[in-house]
């Protein structure tokens, strides 16, 4: 594609599920690909704005680093760094905090969403969306894969760029949104949610480690409905949809494909097949995630390495920054 850098970042949540897997880190092993420059950033300040045990926080961020190399991230391809170890985010995010208003973060939907959860959000889950436009910004990142739920987020993002750019002189591009083409993976106990690690239903999510015979058992127990026949229609059939969502997904495979694979199955049989897929699919991720699991010092020097390679990035543009606001 010629040009371009690539930002994304992703939330130190441990061990990512299916749904991140196919929804968002499948395309980042692509866009490595394709793009001369790319970042990715285990995001840990953004983990921070509700409460995290500490040495939990720790041990999450190298899950996450063992999980995106499992799954494909190329340190040779791809920076991938630990946000917080590059300070200049946090500087950036300052500055461009003073050229946001109120009003501009308070209609942000995440904010609506999670500070009704805990009654009240603390000022870095209000602001959290101007970390990210920081994020993203201080590579001037032209390309930000992202899901729909941050479209609105990267918005703001596009508006600092503007906003800083008319204030103090051109210096950044606006990122534009990837977005991912993948159907969205459902709670296999509801398939009018999405698959998510906040699911308190253990049966609901599969984690990319989960072993063999839970995939099995998770898939079994999916939610279906009383048609034997599988067809793909995500309205009135969600539940077999979703089961076709992810064995076309996992076997690289279009939905007609799935669909045609699973003529003279019952949905019960067919759930064998999804199952099967799955687990040729996650079975080289997990076990690669445990042998990078247990070389820890192995992975905190990986990291260190992409940290120093961002804050190369990262220092000349904050100078230039830091410069045209008159410091
Ligand atoms: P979660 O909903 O489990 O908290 P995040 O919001 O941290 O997941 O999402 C991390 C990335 O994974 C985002 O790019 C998001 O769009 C993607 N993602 C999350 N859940 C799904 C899903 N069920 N299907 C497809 N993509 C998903
Ligand atoms: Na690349």
């Not at 926080?57 to 946000?83: H, T, V």
């Not at 591009?173 to 296999?188: G, I, M």
């Not at 199952?275 to 820890?296: G, M």
Request: overall charge neutral; hydrophobic content about 40%.
């Amino acid at each position: 594609t010629g040009g371009g850098l690539v930002f994304s970042g992703i939330q130190p949540t441990g061990v990512p599920h299916l749904g991140n897997y196919l929804g968002a880190l499948v395309n980042w092993v692509a866009l490595q690909n394709q793009y001369p420059s790319v970042l990715y950033s285990i995001v840990d300040m953004h983990s921070i704005t509700q409460p995290q045990d500490p040495a939990q926080l720790r041990n999450n961020i190298l899950d996450m680093a063992a999980s995106l190399l499992a799954c494909g991230i190329n340190p040779e391809k791809a920076i991938l760094f630990q946000q917080s170890q590059v300070s200049e985010h946090a500087e950036l995010s300052w500055i461009l905090s003073c050229l946001t208003s109120m009003p501009r973060l308070r209609h942000l939907p995440q904010w609506k969403m999670k500070s009704k959860q805990k009654n009240e959000g603390s000022v870095g889950l209000y602001t959290y969306p101007v970390l990210q436009a920081a994020d993203i910004l201080l590579y001037k990142s032209t390309h930000v894969p992202v899901g729909e739920d941050q479209v609105q987020h990267l918005e703001l993002a596009q508006d600092l760029a503007r906003i800083f750019n008319n204030r103090y002189g051109g210096l950044f591009p606006e990122p534009r949104a990837l977005l991912s083409s993948t159907q969205k993976v459902k709670s296999l106990r509801d398939p009018s949610a999405k698959m998510s690690k906040s699911d308190p239903q253990a049966m609901a999510t599969i984690s990319i480690t989960d072993p063999p015979d839970d995939v099995a058992l998770k898939i079994r127990r999916a939610v279906t409905d009383f048609t034997s026949e599988v067809t793909f229609d995500p309205e009135t059939r969600p539940g077999v949809s979703n089961l076709v969502t992810i064995h076309a997904a996992v076997a690289a495979i279009s939905v007609e494909e799935a669909v045609l694979q699973a003529k003279g199955l019952d949905t019960g049989a067919y759930k064998t097949l999804v199952s099967e897929a799955v687990i040729q699919r996650l079975t080289p991720i997990r076990e690669e995630i445990q042998r990078l699991r247990s070389d820890r010092a192995h992975l905190e020097a990986l990291l260190a390495r992409g940290n120093s390679s961002a804050r190369e990035l990262a220092a000349p543009v904050l100078a230039e920054v830091r410069h045209r606001v008159g410091f």
